[in-house]
């Protein structure tokens, strides 16, 4: 990702919705719960009007939208605002869970999704032993990150203003995924020096 891109996704993920947020409730004296379907809803035409101009739905997008229809979900379900605001973390800690069971149960999720996913000239390569073996690893620290984003936001949702935790959710999000980006950089560096040395 391009600082560009990355300071684009900062802004419509962050900064957008906690302006939408406040405008909302200063404004048009909307409720905490209306404020953040409103905040909500700003991310989510961002995503349809890229989807209109690309035609083409990928991973970012797909989320998006159905972070979007959870939201709509649990704000008609209910007008809990703390719960609202975990919208994203469901999701994330259901990908999680799954990932932590398959890799538990000895069938870690990415050793065989990822030759799925792979051109089919590749398809040998990623079959390799030490490459399944970092998968595996792959599964289990991928796993642990994404079950752990709902308690981090739920500590968030705790502890700041709503708010707060529109402006620093994305921060903090994708300062959780930059540690995981590079364990696992370090985890495929410690696999081929070891490959080597065998």
Known sequence: MSRRQLFFELLVNGLVPYLVYEAAKRQFQAGETEALIWATVIPGLVVIVGLLRQRKLDVVASVTLVTLAVSIAVATATKDARLL???????????????????????????????????????????????????ARLTWLWGAIFASELLIKWLMVEHLSIGQVLAFGPIVFGVVTGIGCLASLAMARALRDAERVL
């Not at 990908?95 to 051109?119: H, Q």
């Open 85 to 135: 605001q975990l919208r994203e973390s469901y999701l994330s800690a259901a990908l999680g869970g799954v990932m932590l069971f398959s890799a538990l149960i000895g069938r870690p999720l990415l050793v065989w999704l990822v030759p799925s996913l792979v051109p089919p000239e590749r398809r040998e390569q990623v079959q390799q032993p030490i490459v399944k073996s970092l998968m």
